[in-house]
Each structure stands twice: as structure tokens, then as C-alpha cells.
């Protein structure tokens, strides 16, 4: 086959995708699984390179990286991570401002992509207990991260590859800052226009959650242990107050009711905290450390607390338990589960735990380790069994350790003793040698369709290049430009942008590097702004979730549509492409 028939092909396919995307709600996996098989039919690609994407160092990376922040989940330390980002940000704009600074610093100097791999489930948790729609922050924090990385030479591997192609090609290289000329007032325009138009420019994508909620409530009762700390500051400041989805009812000291906590109300050991909410709440507040439930059976049970799970159960009409409370019916003994918690025809159960007379119907949330489910289900006495998503209690006493292997997978690549991959590698196998991690939970933690949508990617940016069609899309912009040295600059940055939009940000870099030196060359000017341009275009990659690993890792947590980052990306690429355009030639004389 030709390359003018490849070329059509790939066009063809790379059109289909982008339709589906647009219009369509299908899975993205689905989509760029779909075209790689296409590419491989119709023998545009062989299969050995079709399937190189999912041997790609990065794609093994971020699989491993999604190990390494299952322990940190697992010991409660993301939903820490999650409190720290967030802290009492109450609105979308402090959120966003709270998260992207950080993570433009962080990225300066770090990969951007185990940046954001590592803060996506903690993104979610702290929007969450702020009341943000995690639609809301996962394009900020993407953005952030690609912003971060414009500011040094290491923030991205496309910065090292460019200067990398530059000193190949004699035309000398960049110093690790000398980058951030240009890359701070690009990224410090990036977030201001993140803070001032991404509240209205982001979706929401909470209502049909929202639609779709669970209405029973539960009335949960936890005990405030000695060494909790949320001990000694207010209800307000320890964020007892505006937890998402549960409301404190009261608190029970020395034998007194508090009702109506006020704000100003300080926790004390071995209060009695009583909460009402959602199931999907209740999970979330047995995550806060040294908060345990007031039920004393749940530790009589057999097995540590973090093997074990939540399970809701409605109470059958031949139940021996109808008309006994629920101390009366001594679950432990008979089910080998504990009643934490009891919901009636959606509302509120009143009373204390132990004294609530059981009913048929009633919904049960109980404790109990994931063997005794399957017993639950096959006895009369109940109906409709399921688990509890995610909700083992973390394991605080592990936390540490998981901090600790964190930070040295960290330490480790950034000072280049080993590369992202084997330190995420070791920290990976290090989180389940010493049992900070559960083999289920580590294979539970892998976002497989994520891994295929980069690793499709890949292949589909392969046969851009190898088909011509990347080079077929340069030659118009170009010639466009009748020589004038600007707008010669500003055909490269948008040749550049659209090569970051269709195909991997290194592979756009690549393709549009010797059409910059050729460009450059034709006018007679220096070769070093037109390679600085093509470094800032590359890396810069708002407009397609395709264009950056980092938009694509998003994608499907966010439950966003390929028009959400069309709606977003367009303008913050005019808004950053236009800072860069001003400064680069400033710095680096045409």
C-alpha cells in the first residue's frame, strides 16, 4: 500500500475517533481500541508496532503508579493528602488556587505524569469533602501539571527531547532554568486564566450523581479516641461540620447530650460523636484517623479491622432478628457481622443503636469480613446483600511506612539514582512485601482503561508519522507565513499545537522540530527561538484530552466529553500561546 492510501486511512480513522469522542459518550478505551484494531486491519501499522504503546516505559509507569496510591489509600493517606490540598477551601475558586499552585511547583521539577497519578484519587477525595465536583479540579489539575512542566528543562520529557535534537543538530542547548524565562509568566497567565474562567468553563458533572444518590440515611455513632487529633480544636476546624453527605446530630460527654453542636464546640477524648448520612459518607468518615465506631462488638470480631468491609442488608420477613433489638439479636454470635448502623423507608432512625427494634424491611450496614458475605446472601434472612465499595478502614498504623516508600520513589527518580519506572517499580513492590498493600487491593487499583487509551494512543500517533499525514498537515501553515519572522514563529507554534492535539506531545515535537529549523534557515533567523517555540507548543497541550498523558489519565475519573477540554483548551492555549509568542523573541532574539 501506498503512503498516499496510508495516509487517507489514517486520516480517515483519526477523523472517526475524534467524531466518537465529540459526539458520542463512548468509553475511550472502546474508541482508540477501535482504531488500533483499524490501523491493524487495514495494515497500516504491523501489529508488533500497534502494540508498542502498551510496552511504553510511561504506560508501565503510570500502571505501577496507580499501585503505589492504593497504599496510600489503603493506609489512609490520600484522603490526608486530600484534607492538606484543600484545607477549609470552601469555594471552587480557593480549591482551584489551593490545588494548582502547588502542583505547578511540583511539576517543574518532577514528571508531570506521576504527579498527577498521585493526586487524582486525593483530588477527588479533598473536592468531595469540600463539596466540589470532581469535574471541577481534574482539568485544573492536568493543566496544572503541563503548566509546571514549561518551567524547567526536566519539568517534561519533551524539553529533554528537544534539547536533546538541538544539540544533535549544533545548535546548542538550554541550562535547566533557562527555560523559566519564558515558562513562569506562561504558566503564571495559564492558572490565572484556570482561576478566573474554569469555574465557568468547567462542567459539572455532580447532578446525575446527585440524581442517582442513595436516599437511605444512616445514623452513625463514633467514638473520638485518645490519640486522634482532631482532639482539642473545634467542630468548624476539624472539618466535623461541612463533612459531605452527613450532618453531627450530637455529641454524647460524660453521660450528657449535646445537641445542636455548635461551631465553636471542642473535641474532647472519648466523645460520642453522632453523624447522619449517606452510606457513601459513612465510608468516608471512618477514613478520618482516630474516629472508630461506638459499637464495642466490632472488635470483638475475628480478623484485623482493614480485611474487613461494610456490607448493607435488608431484613427479610422470616428473619429471626423482626422484633428484637438490636442488642437482642446478638449478630455477632449468629452472623459473625456487627451492626454499625440501621436505615427505615429512607429516613432516619432514631434512639440508640443497641435499643432500635428491628423490622422487616430495615436496612442493615454492617461489619464483617468479605467470607461471611456470601454466607449473608445465601440465608433467608436477609435480602439483597451487596458490599460496600472501598470500604475497609484504612490502616493508620501503616501510614507512615507508605509515606516513607512515597517519598523515596520520589527522591529516587528525581535525582536520577533510578528511572520513574523502576523506583515506581520498587515502591510498588515494597507497598506489598511489607503488607502496607493487599495483593486484591494492588490488582483492584489498576485503571485498565486507562492504560489502553494512552497505549491506543501511542499507535495512532504512530501512523500519523509513519503514513506522512503529520508532514501532509505541516506544509500549508507555513507557507502561510510569506517569510515574516513573527508570523513564521506563530505557524510553528500552531503546527506544533495541532501535531500536541492529534498525536503524543513527544511525537509532535519530534515531527515539527526539523520543519522549525527549515523555517528558521528560510528566513535567516536564529535556529534557537523557533526550537523554544516548538518545546512551549509541544508541552502545552490543552485542546484535546489526546494531546498530553496527563489530559487522558483525567478523562474518565472527571466523567468529562471530548468537547470539555475543547471548551477550556482553546482559550487557554490563545492565552498562553499568546505570553509565550511575546517573550520568546525577547529572550531569544529572532
Known sequence: MHVGADASITATIVVAVLALLWATRAPPDLVFGGALLALVLTRVLPLEAALAGFANQGVITVGMLYVVVAGLRETGGVHWLGRRLFGTARNLRAATWRLTLPVAALSAFLNNTPVVAMLIPAVRDGGRASGIPASKLLIPLSYAAILGGTITLIGTSTNLVVDGLMRAQGVGGLGVLELAWVGVPTAVAGLSFLLLAGPRLLPDRSGIRRTLADPREYVVEVTVTGDCPLIGRTVEAAGLRHLPGLFLVEIERDGEILPAVGPEERVRASDRLVFAGDVESVVDLQRIRGLVPAEPQVFKLEGERHRRLLVEAVVSETSPVVGHTVREARFRNRYDAVIIAVARSGKRVKGKLGDV??????????????????????SRDFYLVSRVADSSPPRFDRALLAVALLAGMIA????????????ALLAAGAMLLTRTLRPDAARAAIEWPVLITIASAFALGTAMESSGLAAMLARPLVTAASGHPLATLLAIYLLTAVFSALVTNNAAAVLAFPIALEAAAAIGASPVPFAVTVMMAASASFVTPIGYQTNLMVYGPGGYRFGDFVRIGVPMTVVTATVALLVIPRVWPL
Open 357 to 378: 427494634h428491628l423490622r422487616a424491611g430495615d436496612t442493615l450496614l454492617m461489619e464483617t469480613r468479605p467470607s461471611v458475605t456470601e454466607r449473608l446472601r445465601g
Open 412 to 423: 529516587s527518580a528525581a535525582l536520577g539514582w533510578l528511572t520513574m519506572l523502576e523506583a
